[in-house]
Nanobody, 125 residues
């Protein structure tokens, strides 16, 4: 079993940056694909980015490509989402998730087994 705890959310002006961290527990952390999802008020949870177990394959939602970067450090059981050039439409609660699936399957929330409690990101215009 994997437990996930996100941190790093907050309030930032449009054009600014935030760095989200996800700390995982459990020896199996490095065997999971890790992803970030977000959910804005009144909207469904949507995929943001994910990274495979070894860190050499990443996927991004079109809306964040070129602005967000996902990375992981399996030695530290950590996943990072670096968010640059933030826009008001990036405002949401961001969730870290672990999936035993790979590739595009892991981009779907239903294929992610473990979830953190979320961290709120607010981007002001």
């Amino acid at each position: 079993q994997v437990q996930l705890v996100e941190s790093g959310g907050g309030l930032v002006q449009a054009g600014g940056s935030l760095r989200l961290s996800c700390a995982g527990s459990g020896r199996a952390f490095s065997s999971y694909a890790m992803g970030w999802f977000r959910q804005a008020p009144g909207k469904e949870r949507q995929f943001v980015a994910n990274i495979n177990w070894s860190g050499d394959d990443t996927h991004y939602a079109d809306s964040v490509k070129g602005r967000f970067t996902i990375s992981r450090d399996n030695a530290k059981n950590t996943v990072i989402l670096q968010m640059n050039s933030l826009k008001p439409e990036d405002t949401a609660v961001y969730y870290c998730a672990a999936s035993s699936a790979s590739g595009t399957l892991a981009m779907r929330p239903v294929w992610n087994t473990y979830w953190g409690q979320g961290t709120r990101v607010t981007v002001s215009s």
